[in-house]
Each structure stands twice: as C-alpha cells, then as structure tokens.
C-alpha cells in the first residue's frame, strides 16, 4: 500500500527532539543546517573536519565520533554513499544500534539497496528502535533550500513522530509502505531520471547536429510532450540554464557515479523480482561508460559528453 501526503508542519513547532546527524556530504551538510536553523540542537559527525566546520557554522555542534554524536539523541539521521556504509554504521557489536536507547527513531535517508534498508531496520526492531528508510529526490539544490522530497518505507507511527524533523528539511512526504519500500521507489525514480537525462542529451546533440540553438531547442521541448526536469531545470546542455552544473563545468549537483550507483542497484531489484528493465540496463552501461571516460565526479548529466560525440561540446 502507498500513500502520497505533503508535510506541512511549521519549523516554528516545538523541536524537543535531539537530533544526531551522520554524514554531511552534499546533501547531508545543508540537510543539517537546515535541522540547526529551525531550531533543533544538532549534534554531527563526519570524517571530514571541513565538512563539520562548514556545519558548525550554522550551529551544528561537532562530535569526535558518530558513537559521540548519538549520545542523548532521541533522533538519528544518516546519509551516507552506499549500502555497505550504512550496514557498517548501523550493524555489528560496535554499531550505533547497539548504543542507542529503546524509542529512538532512526531515519536513513541514504540511497541504497531495499534488503540492506531491511536488514538495518529488522535489527533496529529488535532493540525497541524505529527505524525508516527515506531517500530525497530534490538535488543539492532542493538540500540547501529545504524543499527536499522524503521517499519512506516503514511504520505509519514512526513516519508521524518524523514528520516535524523531514519538514524542516524539505516540503514533500511519500510513505510507500513498510521497510524497504522507500528504497524500491527512490531506484524507481532514479532509473527513470537517468535515463530521461541520458535520451535528453542525445536529442539535443541530434538537434545541435543539425545546426538548431539548443537553447531554442530546449525552450520548445520544455513546452512540449518531450518536457522533463532535464530539459526545464537541470538541462545537460553548457549555457541553456545558467544555474545548471553543465553551465558550471558539470561541477556540483548529483554525481554520475552516485547516479551509476543508483541504476546499478535498480538493476539488483528488478533482478530479485524477475522485472525486465531493458533501459534502465542501458543507462547503467551509459552511465559506466561516462565514469571510465574519467567524468565519475561531475554531474551526471555529464552523459550528455558521451552521446554527443562530434555533434557536442566535449571535455
């Protein structure tokens, strides 16, 4: 069962809740801030100092350890890269569940596999902590305005006590059922995003190939049956939005191995289920190929330098 619902608590609401944060990465770092400003004491942890004095800035307190920043927590948000980081944070004798108190409310909002969500979740269950999976969609952009989408998968109950603490970091809730479901639909939306970009890049270097402006051309599509976030907000054409990573070097924004990443374990899922994802397999081979072409750490609409070949701009 699915349900869509916004989120409309205030910020000015009572933030009695002590929250631990892990991981301010891109996404993590504004997501953070966003919690301080509202008003939550904050506690953070992240292997990199920087990232931890860029949030102190904002008032959020530094701990020399995640096991420090959970000391007292009634709230604990992670986000992290990948599967095997959020399991070994979580997991194992000397994992924060073992250092957390019954009634702690977990929420990972790192993308990564369902049965790794599940697995992490069960464990929670089983020391008196709640524990939801809820990755964004939204962007590096959407993390420093609080206007995310939470994805989640886990118990109503525990999505209710959440919902003051997702507010003041984004504008949309979707509960999509038990744990793991907010993962199975973050890949979902993933996939379909990647390949979207990919198909979006090409279709502007065809156009480009034939001597159209791709400003004029990406104008007329975002107007048109071919309109996407890719051609209205992230176009992955240099120069058609100025505040785009592609007008910016392909520098910022979502990075192609986090979104290979993502379709990789798309992949995985449809794999589990028997699911036939023909183009979402292909975008993952696109998005591979791109990481060996050595753009891995720009946008992932850096693609748009891999299908454009001689009719685009290559870097």
Same mark, same amino acid.
């Given at each position: 069962m699915s349900s869509t619902?916004?989120?409309?608590?205030s910020s000015t609401n009572a933030v009695e809740e002590r929250i631990a944060f892990i991981g301010l990465g891109h996404m993590g770092g504004p997501m953070a801030m966003n919690l301080a400003k509202a008003g939550y004491a904050v506690t953070a942890f992240d292997v990199s100092p920087a990232a931890l004095e860029r949030a102190g800035q904002a008032g959020v307190m530094a701990a020399p350890s995640a096991a420090a920043a959970v000391e007292g927590a009634t709230v604990v948000i992670s986000m992290l890269p990948a599967s095997r980081h959020v399991e070994a944070?979580?997991?194992? *004798?000397?994992?924060?569940?073992?250092?957390?108190?019954?009634?702690?409310?977990?929420?990972?909002?790192?993308?990564?596999?369902?049965?790794?969500?599940?697995?992490?979740?069960?464990?929670?269950?089983?020391?008196?902590?709640a524990m939801l999976d809820a990755p964004v969609s939204g962007g590096t952009a959407g +993390?420093?305005?609080?206007?995310?989408?939470?994805?989640?998968?886990?118990? +109503?109950?525990?999505? *209710?006590?959440a919902r003051p603490v997702l507010g003041a970091m984004g504008k949309n809730v979707f509960h999509m059922g038990g744990a793991g479901a907010g993962q199975v639909a973050k890949l979902c939306n993933n996939m379909a995003l990647g390949v979207i970009m990919a198909v979006t890049g090409e279709a502007l270097a065809l156009g480009v190939s034939h001597g159209l402006d791709p400003q004029a051309l990406s104008a007329m599509m975002a107007v048109s049956t071919g309109r996407s976030w890719a051609t209205e907000v992230c176009n992955p054409w240099p120069g058609v939005k100025p505040e785009a990573p592609a007008s910016r070097g392909y520098a910022g924004g979502f990075g192609n191995d986090l979104m290979l990443k993502d379709l990789g374990l798309a992949v995985e899922a449809a794999l589990q289920v028997g699911a036939a994802v023909p183009l979402g397999e292909l975008a993952r081979n696109l998005y591979a190929l791109n990481s060996r072409a050595g753009r891995g750490r720009l946008d992932f609409s850096s693609v748009q330098q891999l299908v454009a070949g001689d009719g685009g701009p290559l870097g």
């Open positions: 619902t916004s989120s409309t608590t944070l979580y997991l194992g *004798e000397g994992g924060l569940l073992s250092h957390l108190a019954a009634g702690t409310l977990v929420i990972d909002c790192s993308t990564i596999a369902p049965a790794s969500a599940q697995r992490v979740s069960l464990a929670a269950e089983t020391r008196g902590v +993390a420093a305005a609080g206007t995310l989408t939470f994805i989640v998968g886990g118990e +109503a109950q525990a999505l *209710e006590r």
